[in-house]
């Protein structure tokens, strides 16, 4: 079964708006990582943030993991039509050497 | 750099043949997998490896069989091939699985089709 579920499923905002997509998880992790995948291609890997931490950026990029809660937000900041794609959480776990995906969220941006 | 590297990018099987979907990198990463990707299912771990000689299975390992003879190659078989594999196929590679280096590259997939 999935590790991670992604929250929405889908999503469609104007270009220039700020994008949150979400990210549950059932066990407790080393590392959870986001990627983005466009139409038709591999995945990516955007930003990776460890259980210890709490807050992470790159670029107009923001994590944030709250591991009481087994959840991790994803937000991109000032969204561009290039930023349509679909986006995975993935996590791993001390012990268990595989890396586990969400089942993605599919961002829109609206030109 | 090539990155990962896999072939063919498209497949079209009958029922009941079998496939290698080939998959290499020129990184020098320990850890290679394999995921399936289906409409509304995320992506799905098949198997993966540790280092060469060192395979293991994933979420979703029957039909499927891999080896790891050297650090570059990461073949995945399709025995018998049947419908339900109709999927695409992504190979992924990372430096290293526990440790600050668990960054995943990925090929550009293989789309089968098995009819």
């Known amino acids: 079964s999935q590790q991670g579920e992604e929250d929405p499923q889908a999503l469609s905002i104007q270009e220039g708006e700020n994008a949150t997509m979400n990210c549950s998880y059932k066990t407790s992790i080393n590392n959870l990582q986001w990627y983005r995948q466009n139409s038709g291609r591999g995945l990516v890997h955007l930003i990776l943030?460890?259980?210890?931490?709490r807050e992470k950026h790159s670029g107009r990029l923001r994590v944030t993991l709250d591991t009481s809660k087994k959840s991790s937000s994803l937000l991109i900041t000032a969204s561009r039509a290039a930023d349509t794609a679909s986006y995975f959480c993935a996590t791993d776990a001390w012990g268990n050497e595989k890396l586990t995906f969400g089942t993605g969220t599919r961002l829109t941006i609206i030109p | 750099n090539a990155g990962v590297t896999q072939t063919p990018k498209f497949q079209v099987l009958k029922t009941g043949q079998s496939m290698t979907l080939q998959c290499a990198q020129d990184?020098?990463?320990?850890?290679m997998s394999w995921y399936r990707q289906d409409p509304g299912m995320g992506l799905r771990l098949i198997h993966y490896s540790v280092g060469a000689g060192i395979t293991d299975q994933g979420e979703v390992p029957n039909g499927y069989n891999v080896s790891r003879s050297t650090t570059e190659d990461f073949p995945l078989r399709l025995l018998s091939a049947a419908p339900s594999q109709t999927s695409v196929y992504f190979c992924?590679?990372?430096?290293?699985?526990?440790?600050?280096?668990?960054?995943?590259?990925f090929g550009q997939g293989t789309r089968l089709t098995v009819v």
């Open positions: 943030i460890r259980s210890n931490e």
């Open positions: 992924a590679s990372s430096y290293r699985k526990q440790g600050p280096n668990t960054e995943a590259f």
């Open positions: 990184m020098n990463h320990e850890y």
